[in-house]
């Protein structure tokens, strides 16, 4: 990847909308080997998908809930378990296996404080936990889907591509 792979991203990640001509446009390449380097991020998984991004509160499910988990035991049937029975709930929108004092973290959007309660009972039943606690989001600071773009990740661009030709 190079700098014009790295301009794509940053604007992909900030409007997927924009036509291949305008992206084309703001990067310096016609729209043919525009599309041709997207096509590649898309076929190496740098671009994983496109979605639309919603509002929680528009759509129903405003409040916020970072929930961290200490395991009940550390053995491989019990990380399937509870791996496939997190991945089954919508509800969770990240989940990540973590360093430190608690072993999961899950960021979970519910409507209220019922709902949570329903969704806690459904995940204190996917296997044994040792410990589960859940703190409630009052205000969202930043939020964000854009990924920071690290320059280790792309080469410097030192000759043309021949995708690149106009």
Not at 90 to 118: F, I, N, S, T
Not at 125 to 131: D, G, H, L, S, Y
Not at 138 to 145: A, P, S, V, Y
Request: charged content about 30%.
């Amino acid at each position: 990847m190079d700098d014009i792979d790295r301009s794509l991203l940053e604007i992909l990640q900030q409007n997927a909308t924009l036509s291949i001509a305008q992206m084309a446009e703001r990067v310096g390449l016609s729209p043919t080997p525009c599309w041709k380097r997207i096509q590649k991020l898309e076929a190496t998984g740098v671009i994983t998908r496109r979605v639309a991004v919603v509002d929680p509160d528009r759509v129903g499910v405003g409040l916020s809930v970072l929930v961290s988990i200490e395991a009940g035991e550390h053995t491989p049937e019990w990380l399937e378990r509870f791996g496939l029975g997190v991945g089954a709930m919508p509800e969770v929108m990240e989940a990540y296996r973590m360093a430190g004092d608690v072993d999961y973290m899950l960021r979970v959007a519910v409507a209220d404080m019922a709902e949570y309660d329903a969704f806690y009972k459904r995940l204190i039943a996917i296997a044994p936990m040792k410990n589960v606690t859940s703190r409630f989001a009052m205000e969202r600071l930043k939020h964000t889907t854009a990924y920071p773009l690290h320059p280790r990740a792309f080469r410097d661009r030192r000759a043309a591509d021949p995708d690149d030709e106009e």
